[in-house]
């Protein structure tokens, strides 16, 4: 079946510009991560979602990251007034919990979106 | 803060040899712990966990709480094992990458 996609694949903004980034978990996956990538770093963690609850949101940078899930599949990823700092690769993760919504069960990850800021 | 340390960012191993990719982790719980494998030109992907206790494609883990360490091994390295390897760990909400080592098998 289809993976998890990212759009897009790739993102130049220039400073100050607002970006939204999209994520398309496997479907019926309840939980739903979204991690940044610096150039030569592991990713790190973001936030999270149970469905359409954002359950932890302690990895935002900043209050410019915002993300969303209304609907508990699709999510965006909004950075506003971007900074050149938030040049990184942005990846996305959901699993389906296997047993009494424990989180950590395989993440399956989309290919991320490279974000470059100019 | 939990915190996850890949030691090496860089390994070469011939063909045939035996490779060690170091992890240590720093919490005084029980974490969940992950490692995770980026093969060229493809997205990060599960290699194996801890809780398993499963050998993927010849590789093992193994928990060590005394020493805080989760090193990945496997006795006789392969080409097609040349990747990006992260080590992870999970606790409540939250997983927590290395910064990952870049193996290269040397044919």
């Known amino acids: ?29 309840v939980s739903l991560f979204w991690y940044q990538q610096a150039l030569g770093q592991g990713p790190e963690f973001l936030t999270y979602f149970q469905n359409e609850a954002q359950l932890d949101k302690s990895g935002l940078p900043s209050d410019r990251f915002f993300a969303e899930r209304p609907e508990g599949s699709v999510s965006t990823l909004k950075i506003q007034r971007t900074q ?9 993760a959901s699993s389906y919990p296997r047993t009494g919504g424990a989180v950590a069960d395989t993440q399956y990850f989309g290919p991320g979106t490279r974000l470059t800021v100019l | 803060a939990q915190r996850v ?14 490779v060690e990719l170091k992890c240590n982790y720093s919490y005084s719980g029980s974490p969940e712990l992950f490692w ?11 290699l194996l966990r801890h809780i398993s206790r ?24 392969q080409e ?24 290269t098998v040397i044919p």
Do not use: W
Not at chain 1, 84 to 92: G, I, K, M, P, T
Not at chain 2, 6 to 18: H, I, W
Not at chain 2, 86 to 101: H, K, R
């Open chain 1, 84 to 92: 050149q700092e938030d040049s990184a690769v942005y990846l996305c």
């Open chain 2, 5 to 18: 340390t890949q030691p090496e960012k860089l390994l070469s191993v011939f063909k045939g040899a035996p």
């Open chain 2, 36 to 46: 995770y494998v980026q093969y060229s030109r493809q997205r990060l992907q599960l």
């Open chain 1, 1 to 29: 079946g289809a993976g998890v996609s990212q759009s897009p694949r790739y993102k130049v903004a220039k400073r100050g510009q607002d970006v939204a980034l999209r994520c398309d978990p496997i479907s019926g996956h």
């Open chain 2, 80 to 103: 097609e094992d040349s990747a990006m390897y992260y080590c992870a760990s999970n606790t409540g909400n939250q997983f927590y990458f290395g910064t990952g080592t870049s193996l």
């Open chain 2, 54 to 77: 499963e050998s993927i494609k010849g590789f093992t883990a193994d928990l060590n709480k005394g020493e805080t360490s989760f090193h990945l091994k496997k006795p006789f390295a």
